[in-house]
């Protein structure tokens, strides 16, 4: 699904990836995890296509297809979606059109017409039946008054809508409360399938218990010092991370 060979990025000039090496079979879930400042976040952001971030070196590959040249939007057209951190209130604008619009868009990049609206009505009410989230909610004004859990069930419903064959979830170290985290597993474990693979992104070892990775990285100034199976996630959370650091200078 993914392959990221010997991938160098900077920002504002300043190298914060420092040759990542990571392989993503459909079908997985790989967690990263990794200090404060270790480039997380970059390594999300670089793989979606942002534009503050530079690629120096390196490939990054969907599907056998060079991803390099395309742009964030193009991306997400092929099916790469990246959890929105700071999610933009539409007064207006309801959770369901937004997500028909965003949908229709997609047909669009990709010279298909809109979704008939039976089908997208059909969609929408199965996707929301298999996360449990009722229909008050879905004509809610996008992000207006959100509550946290109610933020992370909206992009939990986007991705379920979108059918991304790759989903990177970067949790920050915002404290996500239990509901929210319990939303953001539940969704991600519903929406896992053999021909999916999804990145979760996590400071703490806490939404691993409801994740359960096949594979847990980890990011170290800029490189993937550690790569190990879900007890590696147990024995950060124990030991926490300067063990890793002391490994690593040693
Ligand atoms: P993490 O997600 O692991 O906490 P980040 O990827 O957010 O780490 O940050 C890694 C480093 O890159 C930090 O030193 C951060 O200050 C820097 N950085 C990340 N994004 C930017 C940006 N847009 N502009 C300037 N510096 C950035
Ligand atoms: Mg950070
Ligand atoms: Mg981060």
New binding site residues.
């Given amino acids: 699904m993914l392959k990221i060979k010997d991938l160098h990025a900077s ?2 000039g ?1 190298p ?1 990836l420092n040759g990542i090496n990571l392989e993503v079979k459909a079908g997985e879930v790989h967690a990263i995890m ?12 670089v793989i979606a296509g942002k534009e ?2 530079e690629v120096t070196k390196g490939e990054i590959i969907l599907e056998n297809e060079d991803i390099e040249e395309l742009s964030a939007e193009e991306r997400a057209h092929n099916g790469i979606f990246l959890s929105f951190q700071y999610p933009i209130e539409i007064p207006g604008v309801s959770v369901t059109n937004f997500i028909k619009t965003a949908i229709n868009e997609t047909r669009k990049a990709k010279g298909l017409g809109d979704m008939p609206a039976k089908d997208m009505l059909k969609m929408i009410r199965e996707k929301s039946e298999l996360l449990e989230i009722d229909r008050k909610f879905l004509s809610r004004s996008l992000n207006e008054g959100f509550s946290g859990g109610e933020k992370k069930r909206n992009e939990v419903f986007q991705m379920a809508m979108l059918e991304p064959k790759l989903a990177i979830l ?1 949790e ?2 915002s404290g996500l409360d239990i509901d929210a985290l319990r939303i953001v597993a539940n969704g991600v474990n519903k929406l896992k399938s053999k021909d999916n693979a999804v990145i979760v ?1 996590t ?1 703490y070892q806490r939404l691993l218990e409801y994740i359960v990775p096949d594979v847990v990285h980890v ?1 170290y100034e ?1 490189r993937i010092v550690k790569s190990g199976g879900k007890e590696l996630a147990h024995e950060l959370e124990e030991k926490g991370y300067d063990w890793i650091k002391e490994e690593v200078n040693a």
């Avoid at 990794?34 to 952001?45: D, E, I, Q, R, Y």
Wanted: hydrophobic letters at 25%; proline letters at 4%.
């Fill in positions: 920002v504002e300043k914060i990794g200090p404060n400042g270790s480039g997380k976040s970059t390594l999300a952001s503050e971030y970067d920050t170290d992104i400071h990011l800029g």
